[in-house]
């Protein structure tokens, strides 16, 4: 398959594909079934709640929702506000095909309009791919969460991965909101 991607702002219309894909990705975890407590209505209640700062972006190709990738507020206080935390999904049929590379890329294309500095990535121990990909594109490990995901029978450990970026000449991030 040739990749001919375009990447857009999600619509409400979206939530079905994105639920489908959040339960298709990362078959390689330990815990099992941790996706299955998400639904379509925190679907919908994700993006309800997307700003200009905190966006959901949608990968299609052929007019088909193949990928999709959200910005948070990381950690919620105002001292905060210059970092973003980045989540990606990609159907496992278009993994390794340089979808989340164009999503990331996008990103970080728009971090400008954004207003962020710092993209921080949370990726469970056994999510081989994700931690290759992060690694692969600039991010480094920052910490690790050791034990911290827990299902019925097994335990996790989350890494902290992220990366900085410069600030750029024009950005909308000005000197005196780190004051």
Not at 20 to 46: E, G, K, Y
Request: proline content about 3%.
């Amino acid at each position: 398959m040739t990749l001919n991607c375009v990447v857009r702002h999600a619509e409400f219309e979206d939530a079905s594909a994105m639920l489908d894909i959040f339960r298709q990705c990362d078959p390689h975890s330990t815990l099992a079934n941790r996706h299955n407590d998400i639904n379509l209505l925190d679907v919908m209640d994700w993006l309800e709640t997307t700003t200009d700062r905190h966006p959901i972006f949608m990968a299609e190709q052929d007019q088909q929702v193949i990928g999709w990738c959200s910005l948070e507020a990381f950690y919620g206080l105002p001292s905060f506000d210059q970092a973003c935390e980045i989540s990606l999904y990609v159907l496992p049929s278009w993994q390794g095909q340089g979808v989340g590379k164009a999503m990331l890329e996008h990103v970080i294309q728009h971090r400008q309009e954004i207003g962020f500095l710092h993209l921080v990535a949370y990726i469970y121990a056994g999510n081989d791919n994700s931690l290759c990909f992060f690694k692969a594109n600039d991010f480094q490990t920052w910490g690790k969460l050791p034990n911290i995901a827990r299902s019925e029978e097994r335990v996790e450990d989350v890494y902290l991965l992220g990366r900085e970026f410069e600030l750029l000449d024009d950005s909308s991030v000005r000197e005196e909101e780190f004051t």
